[in-house]
């Protein structure tokens, strides 16, 4: 399995990069991971998002699909493909240091 260092934190990661452990990740890990995926800083909106998307893994399992997430977390489907213009759920999953949600390409 690949391991990715954060910080001084090897974590391991599935073959997309996406945590294995949610449990190892933390949010000073987030920065690194939002700008190795082409977000310069993270905002309060983004922190919105990616908290969301923690609390939804944590209840269901799963991450919450784009659809899902733009109708429950507060932000617009429009706002989060300007916040995360790679792919919203995807993007924002990996950034929060949860596994891919499912449907996600």
């Given at each position: 399995?690949?391991?990715?260092?954060?910080?001084?934190?090897?974590?391991?990661?599935?073959?997309?990069?996406?945590?294995?452990?949610?449990?190892q990740?933390?949010?000073?890990?987030?920065?690194?991971?939002a700008?190795?995926?082409?977000?310069?800083?993270?905002?309060?909106?983004?922190?919105?998002?990616?908290?969301?998307?923690?609390?939804?893994?944590?209840?269901?399992?799963?991450?919450?699909?784009?659809?899902?997430?733009?109708k429950?977390?507060?932000?617009?489907?429009?706002?989060?493909?300007?916040?995360?213009?790679?792919?919203?759920?995807?993007?924002?999953?990996?950034?929060?240091?949860?596994?891919?949600?499912?449907?996600?390409?």
């Amino acid at each position: 399995m690949p391991t990715v260092t954060y910080g001084e934190s090897a974590v391991p990661v599935d073959d997309e990069g996406f945590f294995t452990d949610p449990a190892q990740w933390s949010e000073p890990m987030a920065e690194q991971i939002a700008h190795e995926s082409g977000i310069e800083e993270l905002t309060g909106r983004h922190w919105t998002v990616i908290r969301f998307m923690r609390d939804q893994y944590a209840a269901k399992g799963t991450g919450p699909t784009v659809r899902v997430l733009g109708k429950t977390s507060g932000v617009s489907v429009k706002e989060l493909y300007q916040l995360f213009p790679k792919g919203p759920a995807k993007t924002a999953a990996k950034i929060a240091g949860i596994p891919k949600p499912r449907g996600c390409i």
